[in-house]
């Protein structure tokens, strides 16, 4: 089975049909657990999105808290940055690994939290034409005071958005509380809305198209700390080719042999990189503040107004 997904909303919906959520910045996953002598096996298979089985890669996830009772949730696994948030980047290190002996020293390394937020069968009894009201308040009352935890529902959608935007985490899902639960759709019944953060950068280099010397394609953006220029990311979306000839004109007479960063930039981003005096500034859409990368970052112009002072 695949997840019912949502469609991305232009505006929260307000009302008491509809209920509200965090949205979790992690990875999507079905959690079947069927007892001891139940049909097609024992224990808790775990699936992803695309309906593969990664159940080796989360042997603490699939260590279900209800072993003893037949059950499918829905829910995202995620691992907390050195910030306290919920970071994508961070659960990467254990999404790939398969070898035993590396998933049991990456259980300890990169602790992770299951967020269940719906119930799709439980004992037997399958809820999936069941509205969502019915499932949520089936899956708080089964699974309260587990390892497997159930996040909060909230009535008020705006006021959830805008508190989400201030402590850093990446939106809020929308779900209609009478609905049905439609694996693998794409429902308008549940509507997804995702931060976007535009901020001020200063460009510390720039990395020209694939096959050109003098095509600016990306820059490689940081921000000013006591510590020095603190590296940010890359950042190529957005920079289409009249922002190229500008950016291009920009960084001319500014090239220095190494990097103005003070930390190191990774490998894959230093590679083919023309560093620049870090004076420039950007501005950056972003969605999440609080990574110590920028996430699915976007160019949105060049700051004249500001210097890297400013910051």
Known sequence: MRPMLATKG???????????????????????????????????????RNDNDVTAAWPDVADAPLADRDHLVD??????????????????????VRRATSVARLVHQVPVTFMIFDLLRLDGRDLLAEPLATRRAL??????????????????????????????????????????????ERSPHWLKFAHRHRESF?????????GTTDRLAALLVGEPTPDGLRYRGRVGSGIAARQSRVLAEAVAGLA??????ADEVPRVDALGTRWCEPVLVVDVDSHGRGYDRLRQPSFRGLRTDLGAADL
Do not use: C
Not at 21 to 28: A, I, L, S
Not at 80 to 88: H, T
Not at 203 to 208: K, L
């Open 139 to 184: 899956l708080a009352e089964t699974f309260e005071g587990s390892a497997w935890q159930v996040p909060p529902s909230y009535d008020d959608g705006p006021m959830l958005l805008d508190a989400t935007r201030e402590q850093g985490l990446e939106g809020i899902v929308s779900k209609r509380l009478s609905a049905p639960y439609r694996p693998a």
């Open 256 to 261: 220095r042999a190494d990097s103005p960063f």
């Open 75 to 96: 829910g995202e696994v995620i691992a907390l940055n050195e910030r306290g948030l919920p970071d994508f980047r961070v659960l990467q290190e254990r999404m790939h």
């Open 10 to 48: 232009d505006h929260v919906p307000t009302g008491e049909e509809w209920a509200h959520e965090v949205k979790w910045d992690g990875m999507r996953i079905l959690a079947d657990t069927r007892p001891a002598g139940r049909a097609g096996g024992s224990g808790t298979r775990l699936t992803s």
């Open 202 to 210: 200063v460009v510390g280099g720039w990395r020209p198209q694939e």
